[in-house]
């Protein structure tokens, strides 16, 4: 068993894990925190971007390349006024307060989703966000706002019938490629392990023609109190999946 890197150092041991290049997180369970400690909604929320920071700086000192987490989905639009609101904010307050913190860890930020259907006071932090942090190199965090993984499938659809329409794409030579080639972020690498905490087991919408190959781990911890001790036992269970992406393993083949 690997000593757990020593959380002060720059860069982590890594040891008997293996860290992904491409990491999803679902950031689940902080209305249930909050309720838990009789606090409103909103302080789980506060917690978890809170959170998200610890994990940014914990995912580019284990040496991940880009971690994309959900933030805010299509379908939270349903949530009550107030809790919508009180998300933008945070979204906006987010950058204000930990951007420093992130250029000193060499943190890109991006972001994937409907962005161009957000108000714009949003879409601007998303614009500062991506300008400003472009050049750093060690990490991309991708922030999915106002992302649906239907809705991003859609999107490369229609990408692909305006080429039909011009008469420079045949349907019949329409592929898999040039559907992920027409994703909102193409260069990014699909996500080799999605970490889902709060114990529900399921997608929710997310990247999900990205997810086709990609491991889950779930854990029970609620997102604000899942710290660096879950994110390394997640790494640690990675290393032990036998990814054959429908094909046999590599003990089998050998036979
Ligand atoms: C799901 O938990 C979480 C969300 C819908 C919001 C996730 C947002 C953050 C962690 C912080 C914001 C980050 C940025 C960058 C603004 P839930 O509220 O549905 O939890 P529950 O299932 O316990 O109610």
Redesign the pocket.
């Known amino acids: 068993m690997a000593i757990l890197g020593n959380k002060q150092e720059k860069t982590y041991d890594t040891g008997d894990l293996k860290v992904p290049v491409s990491l999803g997180v679902i950031?689940?369970?902080?209305?249930?925190?909050a309720t838990k400690r009789h606090l409103p909604?909103s302080a789980?929320?506060r917690a978890?971007?809170e959170n998200?920071k610890e994990l940014c700086r914990n995912c580019g000192r284990y040496g991940v390349k880009y971690l994309t987490v959900y933030?805010?989905?299509t379908e939270?639009w349903s949530r009550p006024e107030g809790e919508v609101d009180q998300?933008m904010k945070?979204?906006v307050e987010?950058f204000d307060r930990y951007d420093p913190e992130l250029a000193e860890e060499g943190i890109r930020v991006r972001f994937t989703g409907d962005i161009e259907a957000l108000p714009e006071k949003i879409r601007e932090v998303c614009r500062t966000g991506e300008e400003r942090s472009k050049d750093r190199p060690k990490m991309q965090l991708i922030?999915a706002f106002n992302y649906g993984g239907r809705r991003e499938i859609v999107s490369s659809c229609r990408k692909i019938a305006e080429q039909v329409k011009a008469g420079t794409v045949d349907p019949a030579d329409i592929t898999e490629q040039m559907i992920a080639d027409n994703l909102y972020l193409p260069d990014v690498p699909d996500p080799e392990l999605i970490i889902r905490p709060?114990g529900e087991q399921r997608i929710s919408n997310f990247l999900l023609w990205e997810c086709a190959y990609s491991e889950f781990w779930v854990s029970d911890v609620?997102?604000p109190d899942f710290g660096y001790e879950e994110l390394t036992q997640a790494f640690r269970d990675y290393a032990l999946r036998d990814r054959r992406f429908g094909g046999l393993s590599k003990k089998e083949s050998k036979k």
């Open positions: 950031m689940d369970g902080n209305g249930r925190w909604r789980g929320h978890g971007a998200l933030a805010f989905s939270n998300l945070l979204f987010f922030v709060s609620l997102w």
